[in-house]
């Protein structure tokens, strides 16, 4: 597992077609523990998915620097979008990211069970519903077994029902297999169903506007009401 620290001293959106460079970080500091949940909430638009590439390395063009309490920290990402080959298998969409050998199919396999898609491993994506394909996404983050996962927004554009379903399944699969994750929402009610830590984001430049514990157990983040009183606590704290 891994902490993270982020701090970004300068992270600006350059000038183009007549609109001015834009500062989007500034003076900025994240802290994350080891085998925390961490949900980073804020609209759509502010730079949440820009700070996870910055953590995931794939943004190197800012000011700053990212510290892994591990040495060679393994990341997992799931994204928007589900991006799964069209065509490769489910089975072989989730070993992609692995390392080739019997063991890591057995893993993948392994965590599709838990994912529900025991009967699935030979189906090409087109022949899924999104959910299910997002449940694939999520079975190949975490076969990986990463020391950190990012995940931006992996149940938007769902109904309702089944992105509580995923939330239902994504909290047992950490339960089962704790990792630290940073986790990206606009959702408030989202945030507090499956976070132990809100981290409320404003701006631009962005900045830290509340962090909030969640203190909820595991039971009462799946009763509604206990959730929805919470989130009236957190919007009302602003």
């Known amino acids: 597992m891994t902490g993270v620290t982020l701090e970004i001293a300068a992270k600006t959106f350059p000038a183009a077609h007549g609109a001015p460079e834009r500062a989007l970080y500034r003076d900025f500091r994240l802290d994350v523990a080891d085998r925390s949940f961490v949900a980073l909430l804020g609209p759509s638009g502010l730079g949440k998915t820009t700070l996870l590439n910055m953590l995931a390395g794939v943004d190197r063009d800012f000011r700053g620097r990212v510290a892994f309490t591990a040495k060679e920290p393994r990341i997992g990402y799931a994204f928007q979008s589900p991006r799964l080959l069209p065509w490769r298998t489910v089975l072989d969409n989730v070993t992609l990211p692995l390392p080739a050998g019997a063991e890591q199919r057995e893993r993948a396999k392994t965590v599709l069970a838990e994912m529900g898609l025991s009967d699935a491993h030979n189906v090409f994506p087109e022949r899924l519903s999104l959910g299910m394909q997002r449940r694939v996404a999520l079975a190949r983050a975490f076969a990986l077994e990463p020391d950190l996962l990012l995940m931006d927004e992996p149940f938007v554009s769902l109904d309702e ?3 509580e379903r995923l939330r239902d399944l994504l909290a047992d ?28 984001l404003g701006g631009p430049p962005v900045r830290i506007e509340r962090d909030v514990r969640v203190e909820l157990s595991a039971e009462n983040r799946r009763r509604a009401d206990d959730v929805d009183r919470f989130r009236g606590e957190l919007l009302q704290a602003g």
């Open 161 to 163: 029902a089944t992105a």
């Open 173 to 200: 699969l950490i339960a089962r297999r704790p990792t630290t994750v940073l986790f990206v929402t606009h959702d408030s009610r989202e945030a507090v169903r499956l976070a132990d830590r809100v981290v409320v």
